[in-house]
């Protein structure tokens, strides 16, 4: 008797790092980034790196399927600072 269910593929993950800074008229806009990430840990060390040179900085990940335009919710793993809210 065979079974024949597949093992599940694991979705792969966007996984990004955004540092801010504050312009003249004090919003926020984008200095670094968005870089993506090969791991959670390695963004994580990325943003860590940059607090003190930004305004804020953010590491952030969601499971994604661009092939059919499909993101999961983000999910935050490091924030720091001021950061724009999330869409």
Request: hydrophobic share 35%.
């Amino acid at each position: 008797m065979s079974n024949n269910v597949q093992p599940q593929t694991k979705r792969p993950k966007l996984i990004v790092v955004v540092a801010f800074d504050r312009g003249e008229d004090g919003e926020l806009f984008p200095a670094f980034g968005p870089a993506d990430q090969q791991s959670e840990d390695r963004a994580v060390r990325t943003a860590k790196a940059l607090v003190d040179k930004h305004a804020g900085v953010i590491a952030w990940s969601r499971e994604a399927n661009p092939d059919i335009g499909e993101y999961g919710p983000p999910t935050t793993l490091f924030v720091s600072g001021d950061v724009p809210d999330m869409e």
